[in-house]
């Protein structure tokens, strides 16, 4: 016992100089098998060790006498593997004297030093395989000519690159995920070379747990750019990535959480992965960052968008909700930075989507107010902002008319009316859908568009090239046109009546949507004013025609016109 404890002696005496080398190692590890067979217990599990340390020594012994002195990637392999062997030192020592405190634990402790010693093997094999020892600086594999590159060329410089990532200093591992990155972004079939290689993905998830700040973010960049591809997804999900993303939005880099959100957001436009984010307290750490990222618009944005991912699993709906995140969204939707002020509006509107009971809660808590706001010619909101927020008002505020109360109150219908005269044409198209769901809400709706001024702003939609356009038009004047006054306005420009008559004109084939423009007729016909002015416009042949094709509504219209006192005056007019 006492020469075996000599023997460890040597070795802790050996490892425990500054630089450790290729020499003092063999030494120490020469010096460990030895001594391990002495070791009475666990003899199973020294067994292994001993075998592994025996492999590692020939590995060693063949590159002893290569060009080491310079080479940061073999310096940095050596004392890892020094460390290994004096944690290894520790562990025989303590079964030789037989001081350890359980069997467990001890066992655990010798699984633990012999997968690292497997690790140790592999990349001393790497090492040598790439040729790293053959002069004091490693090769550097140039990238193959992205036109006349071939599959085999491009397979090996992936592999080149990947092997930097295992065995590398932290400079080199960083500098391989940038030039990895750099590839993927140039040419899609790196991605598929490199999802055919043994454990690369898997490699790649364990590097997000790094310390190294750097290296974190850049294999963070790396893997969102992986997740982009449909074909990868299932591989990265395999490798086990969501947990270690999760962890990263907690990481004090910025730009490790915001890669680990964008990816996260792709990976969960597969609803299957909604239950691992949340599983992994991911719910919390997004509605964290959510909570305190005023100023960080594309780290938000990313949040919200896996926020409105997942929502669609009614559990994890209803934890956001316990955790009062529709107050935090309406604060967003106010925020001046345009990222976050869309993406909240639309995780509102996702999050509110077939539910009466959240829609209630958004009225309840100031959004339709926020959203009426961001609509505010005179706010900052970009285009696509103010059409967004136009969206979740039509699905907010469908079946409550306290809302409709507040949207008059606010000013709504003045934006509207804004949109259809000065807006781009994207905004004008969602504002009149916007005027054609309020047409169909309530007659106090009708009744404000109408003494709002929508009549004549919706007739010149009427000719417009873009057939729904026209068609949302004349449903919406038709909904309107209900109410008794809103028809005295319409009768009372004398050019409505007859653009009406025109539009109908049965030898134009892009008149399109004359059933509506029928239907707003039919009902204009109860007006005394509005018969006459049809009467007397000159286009009456129209709907003659259409009663004579048997178009039922403009035989209807016929009919009332030929009533009473109108009938002379229509047989003079048909019989000149």
Excluded at 75 to 98: G, M, P, R, V
Excluded at 228 to 246: D, H, M, N, Q, T
Excluded at 565 to 575: A, E, P, T, Y
Aim: glycine share 6%.
């Amino acid at each position: 016992m006492f020469e075996e404890n000599c023997s460890l002696l040597v070795v802790q005496e050996s490892l425990e100089e500054d630089k450790p080398s290729t020499q003092k190692a063999i030494e120490a590890i020469s010096s460990l098998i030895s001594v391990s067979y002495s070791i009475k217990v666990f003899s199973a599990k020294w067994q292994s060790i001993r075998n592994k340390l025996d492999e590692l020594l020939s590995s060693l012994t063949a590159i002893e006498n290569c060009d080491t002195n310079n080479n940061p990637e073999v310096f940095s392999s050596i004392q890892a593997i020094s460390e290994t062997i004096k944690d290894c030192h520790d562990q025989a020592k303590k079964c030789l004297n037989q001081s350890y405190s359980g069997k467990l634990i001890m066992q655990s402790d010798l699984d633990i030093v012999s997968r690292k010693l497997d690790n140790h093997k592999r990349n001393l094999l790497d090492i040598y395989n790439l040729g790293l020892l053959t002069q004091s600086y490693a090769i550097v594999v140039s990238k193959p000519s992205l036109h006349i590159a071939s599959r085999d060329d491009m397979k090996f410089y992936v592999l080149d690159l990947f092997s930097r990532i295992k065995i590398g200093s932290a400079d080199m591992k960083k500098q391989a995920l940038i030039a990895f990155n750099e590839a993927i972004q140039e040419d899609d079939r790196y991605v598929k070379i490199a999802a055919e290689i043994d454990n690369f993905f898997i490699f790649l998830v364990q590097f997000l747990d790094i310390q190294e700040s750097e290296i974190q973010e850049n294999v963070a960049k790396v893997v969102s750019m992986i997740a982009g591809f449909e074909s990868c997804k299932r591989l990265l999900i395999g490798a086990g990535i969501i947990a270690p993303l999760v962890r990263g939005l907690e990481s004090e880099s910025e730009l490790t959480k915001e890669f680990a959100t964008n990816c996260l957001q792709k990976l969960t436009e597969n609803a299957d992965n909604a239950w691992s984010v949340s599983a992994h307290g991911g719910v919390t750490s997004l509605l964290k960052i959510c909570n305190n990222g005023e100023n960080r618009g594309g780290l938000v944005g990313s949040a919200c968008g896996v926020l409105k991912n997942i929502v669609i699993v009614q559990e994890i709906k209803r934890f956001i909700i316990d955790e009062n995140a529709i107050p935090l969204f309406i604060k967003l939707v106010r925020s001046k930075d345009e990222v976050i002020q869309i993406s909240s509006i639309d995780f509102l509107q996702a999050i509110a989507r077939g539910d009466d009971s959240i829609r209630k809660l958004i009225i309840k808590e100031g959004g339709v107010r926020a959203l009426i706001r961001v609509l505010d010619p005179k706010s900052s909101s970009s285009t696509k902002g103010r059409e967004m927020a136009l969206r979740v008002i039509m699905t907010s505020c469908i079946s409550s008319e306290n809302s409709l109360h507040i949207l008059m109150s606010y000013g709504f219908l003045d934006h509207i009316l804004y949109f259809f005269r000065f807006g781009e044409f994207s905004i004008q198209e969602v504002a009149l859908k916007a005027a054609f769901w309020l047409s169909g809400t309530s007659e106090e709706a009708k009744k404000a568009m109408g003494d709002a001024g929508f009549i004549p702003e919706l007739v010149k939609f009427l000719g417009s090239k873009s057939f729904e356009i026209g068609e949302m038009a004349a449903e919406t004047l038709s909904n309107m046109m209900i109410i008794p006054r809103n028809r005295k306005r319409f009768v009372h420009n004398e050019q409505n009546v007859g653009l009406l008559l025109q539009m109908l004109d049965p030898e134009e084939t892009n008149s399109g949507n004359k059933k509506l423009l029928l239907s707003i007729l039919m009902t204009l016909t109860s007006c005394n004013s509005a018969r006459k002015k049809i009467v007397n416009s000159g286009y009456l042949k129209h709907i003659e025609k259409l009663a004579e094709d048997e178009v039922s509504d403009a035989k209807k219209i016929v009919r009332r016109l030929s009533g009473n006192k109108f009938r002379n005056m229509l047989n003079g007019l048909w019989h000149s």
